[in-house]
């Protein structure tokens, strides 16, 4: 399985940005279907972005328009950019990774620790 780290959070105001790091070790990280997802406290994990192999990507209406997956298969590394970002996008965030396809279901296999992002009025 593979073993994934974020970073990149951190407190910001609102209409800031952030760009989110997902580092992969442990396995083939091109054949892992790659995801981001949030949960706020009291919430429940909600899916935020997700990426496929072929590079394509899905949002939750949420952050269409001001955040952006991406992917460095050569640095094993996700990536999520946060723009325009809202006190409503304060959450722990996590990124995620399996070998099927789940797109923005929180099914996923295998997960990293989180990411801390506080976005203030």
């Known amino acids: 399985q593979v073993q994934l780290v974020e970073s990149g959070g951190g407190s910001v105001q609102s209409g800031g940005s952030l760009r989110l790091s997902c580092a992969a070790s442990g396995d083939t990280y091109s054949s892992y279907y790659m995801g981001w997802f949030r949960q706020a406290p009291g919430k429940e994990r909600e899916g935020v972005a997700a990426?496929?192999?072929?590079?394509?990507?899905s949002y939750a209406d949420s952050v269409k328009g001001r955040f952006t997956i991406s992917q460095d298969n050569a640095k094993n590394t996700l990536y999520l950019q946060m723009n325009s970002l809202k006190p409503e996008d304060t959450a722990m965030y996590y990124c995620a990774a399996d070998r099927i396809c789940w797109w923005l279901l929180p099914n996923y296999n295998c997960w990293g620790q989180g990411t801390q992002v506080t976005v203030s009025s």
């Open positions: 990426i496929d192999s072929d590079g394509s990507t």
